[in-house]
């Protein structure tokens, strides 16, 4: 700890340094430097904004579409798997989904996304951003860029939660829109109890705090205010009771989600969505099967299938699946081809997304691919149009541009289209 003390008299990378470690040691933030200029457009492509939440479901690796959402007849490319019906006439689904069939009519299935980023890390970016990684910026992910340009709702809570994460950042906006990270869906918020008496605690919150400040009218550094700012924010959540709302004990269907990590991390950003949170990205390893298909879908897919029928389920009971937008998402696709290691292998080229609720038109499959899974038949669908429509249903003007503090002008999904169709 001593050493970011000493770096706060130092130049001025230093006190760069030194702010961006004291956000990271509170709760997880990155630094952005300058803050981001936002100009008003007219609100011609602003959306239905029936969405008034999103939870951003993640499946990091690479889910194949095949064996999910895109299942065929073809014995040999389908593998281990084999289609069922659902309660939808013509739609069908993996095997693994018996509960999602019962729902096929709340499911809005895209089965022609396309790209061509076949590498992890590239794809992830692009799925959860809008745009491509570049070496020269850091773009905001889903939440901060919608909390930039909705505003922020709640006075404690924060606007945007990324779970199975022990670390945000917003990208080039205002750092004071990072999500708030929660690494643990179980273990609530991280740091938040109080390891020593209410006056010493103020206390310290005080010095931190005249510290920031003395940053600011010093060196006029924009992103101080911001940090600042932050540590408030964190300060009024760690003293209220608004805290519980990351207390999924309380839950008394809890076991209906699963007992995985990405079970209760849906079951979190159920709560969290009932409590006033806009955004709630759930983020999920596991889904790179480059070997043994077969088991690695038996501990995935159950998870995933009973997680999604849960959320959907209950936020249909408690009257919020239309104001609730449930997206899923992954890195690429899985090749048509069973490799020699009875696994398959990365595929940007097609695969399959969802969407449901938030004034989405369920019982619908979107485009298609050929017999094989191997090539976009119809509807071809690019990651920044899937992040546009998620922005069209939540009310955003997907032309209303930012500037970063470099003066670039981005837009929320890249001038991505969204897809008419899946929107009511």
Request: glycine share 10%; net charge neutral.
């Amino acid at each position: 700890m001593n050493d970011i003390f000493n770096l706060a008299g130092k130049n001025q990378l230093g006190r760069r340094t030194f702010i961006e470690r004291a956000a990271q040691l509170s709760l997880g933030v990155g630094v952005s430097g300058m803050l981001p200029t936002v100009v008003n457009a007219k609100a011609e492509k602003a959306g239905t904004g029936k969405a008034k939440s999103l939870i951003y479901i993640y499946l990091s690796g690479g889910m194949t579409h095949l064996d999910t959402f895109d299942p065929k007849d073809n014995s040999t490319v389908m593998g281990p798997s084999e289609a069922i019906s659902t309660n939808v006439d013509g739609m069908r689904l993996g095997n693994h989904f018996t509960g999602l069939a019962k729902h096929a009519d709340k499911l809005a299935v895209i089965n022609s996304m396309t790209s061509t980023n076949g590498a992890h890390e590239v794809a992830q970016y692009m799925n959860r951003t809008g745009y491509s990684k570049r070496a020269t910026i850091v773009h905001p992910t889903l939440g901060p860029f919608a909390e930039e340009l909705l505003g922020k709702r709640g006075k404690i809570l924060p606007d945007s939660v990324v779970v199975g994460q022990s670390t945000s950042n917003a990208g080039y906006l205002d750092p004071s829109r990072s999500p708030l990270p929660i690494a643990d869906p179980t273990g609530g918020v991280p740091n938040s109890i109080i390891q020593t008496d209410e006056d010493r605690f103020e206390r310290r919150m005080e010095m931190a705090q005249g510290l920031g400040k003395k940053f600011i009218d010093k060196y006029k550094y924009a992103s101080a205010q911001s940090y600042v700012e932050y540590y408030k924010q964190a300060n009024k959540l760690l003293k209220s009771d608004e805290l519980d709302a990351f207390d999924i004990s309380q839950e008394a269907n809890a076991e209906k989600y699963g007992s995985g990590r990405l079970g209760q991390g849906c079951l979190l950003a159920k709560r969290l969505v009932e409590n006033g949170v806009r955004v709630v990205e759930v983020v999920a390893g596991g889904w790179d099967m480059h070997i043994g298909i077969e088991n690695a879908m038996q501990s995935r897919m159950p998870e995933l299938d009973k997680a999604l029928t849960a959320l959907i389920e209950e936020l249909d009971a408690k009257g919020l699946l239309e104001s609730t937008l449930i997206a899923v998402n992954t890195d690429f696709g899985r090749t048509p081809t069973i490799n020699m290691n009875t696994g398959r292998d990365h595929y940007p080229v097609a695969y399959s997304t969802l969407l449901a609720g938030g004034g989405t038109v369920g019982g619908q499959t979107y485009g298609s691919t050929d017999k094989m899974g191997k090539k976009v038949k119809s509807n071809p669908v690019e990651p920044a149009d899937f992040i546009a429509t998620i922005g069209y249903a939540m009310g955003i003007d997907l032309d209303e541009i930012i500037y970063s503090p470099t003066r670039r002008p981005f837009t929320f999904a890249n001038k991505g289209k969204p897809v008419m169709k899946l929107v009511g």
